[in-house]
């Protein structure tokens, strides 16, 4: 269950849906508020025609009767004529006479509930929206009351919040599975480089992941998991062909003193052991160099020697002239360097860059190796020559 959960697929389904399910419930809020208002708009609109006519009968000094206020309210609008100030009823539809003046219960004059929760006179029970008309006659100034029920806006109110409650449910359903269908389209090449990633092993990197034509996102995540199994492959087959180099040369010393100590053991002389020993230590010094490369390689792998800092070439190279032994009696090294020559980099590459120059020019020398640093427009120069 708790897999299920982290799925990428399931959560983007369930945010979409609870965000969908959000703005359908302020989106049906809304909804229900404006049908509700546009219906009590319409009750006012109603009203206020029918109050407009009474009012110009009552200014033209014609109090209409109860028979024709009960037409004019056409049967769903109940209409009183008040005097002011003291709400005496002097005309009202069929059965409103002995009730008392309907009066507002807010300032606006937007809705009422008619107190007592039962029947009162001819009006229906409940809410009722209630439009008032001020007129001023030579008796003094009335007031035109208009009574529509609010059944009528409550009907329409109740039938839109049915179809939402039907609709609602039946969206959210429809959004789910929609956005399951598209979140699991969308990350269905995300799974196929995981599973082609899971498959590819080391005897396998020439394998790459599958590169979507969309151009989005995953294919640009494919595009650079295949960029690092191509950099992958290439330090693999280095390394394979580095180790297949080390071997045959760390082979050829070996097999060499294993030579000359077995024909040695065999033929030599006392007075020839001496030869022996110089050429076994020379095929030492063949194997010693090597085993300093396979160490020099490691080290650079687990970054022991990337570390750069200021060094002074003129300075390590002076070292490593002092230190340097001579492949042959007679092979010295002279150093050129009259000044200080600063460079940013690693110490440790730069010695063993020019311990295999000065390796190289030794076993080609007659009599004498030069190895001359020197600084000039910002570049440093090493130079190593020989005389063979």
């Given at each position: 269950m708790g897999e299920r959960l982290r799925s990428v697929r399931l959560r983007i389904t369930l945010v979409a849906t609870l965000v969908t399910g959000l703005a359908m419930l302020l989106a049906g809020s809304w909804l229900v508020t404006s049908v509700e208002q546009s219906q009590i708009d319409r009750l006012h609109d109603t009203a206020e025609r029918r109050l407009a006519i009474a009012q110009r009968a009552i200014e033209a000094g014609q109090l209409p009767s109860t028979l024709e206020l009960a037409a004019l309210g056409g049967g769903s609008t109940y209409?009183?004529?008040?005097?002011?100030p003291d709400g005496r009823v002097i005309a009202a539809s069929p059965g409103l006479a002995d009730v008392p003046a309907l009066t507002t219960m807010s300032e606006d004059g937007e809705m009422v509930r008619v107190e007592g929760g039962g029947q009162v006179g001819a009006l229906p029970p409940g809410r009722?929206?209630?439009?008032?008309?001020l007129v001023e006659t030579p008796g003094g100034e009335v007031a035109v009351l208009a009574a529509s029920p609010f059944d009528s806006v409550g009907r329409s109110v109740d039938a839109v919040q049915e179809g939402l409650l039907v609709a609602f449910p039946l969206l959210l359903v429809a959004v789910g599975l929609l956005a399951w269908f598209l979140a699991g389209r969308a990350l269905r090449p995300v799974e196929a480089i995981r599973n082609q990633v899971e498959a590819i092993s080391a005897t396998t990197l020439d394998r790459r992941v599958p590169v979507p034509r969309s151009g989005d996102e995953v294919a640009r995540l494919a595009d650079t998991m295949n960029a690092m199994l191509d950099r992958l492959e290439d330090?693999?087959?280095r390394q394979q062909r580095f180790v297949a180099d080390a071997s045959h040369e760390l082979r050829s010393p070996v097999a060499a003193i294993r030579t000359e100590l077995e024909v040695a053991q065999r033929t030599a002389a006392a007075e020839d052991w001496p030869l022996v020993a110089e050429r076994l230590l020379a095929e030492e010094a063949r194997l010693e160099a090597v085993i300093a490369d396979l160490l020099l390689l490691a080290s650079l792998d687990e970054g022991a020697a990337s570390e750069h800092v200021?060094?002074?070439?003129?300075?390590?190279?002076?070292?490593?002239?002092?230190r340097r032994v001579p492949d042959r009696e007679?092979?010295?090294v002279e150093v050129d360097a009259p000044a200080?020559?600063?460079?940013?980099?690693?110490?440790?590459q730069l010695r063993r860059a020019i311990a295999n120059l000065l390796d190289n020019a030794g076993r080609h020398a007659d009599a004498t190796v030069r190895l001359g640093v020197h600084q000039r427009d910002g570049r440093v120069r090493v130079l190593v020559d020989d005389d063979g």
């Open positions: 209409m009183q004529i008040v005097r002011l009722l929206v209630i439009t008032e008309q330090a693999s087959t200021v060094v002074d070439v003129a300075e390590l190279a002076v070292e490593e002239a002092r007679g092979v010295t200080p020559a600063l460079v940013h980099a690693s110490r440790v």
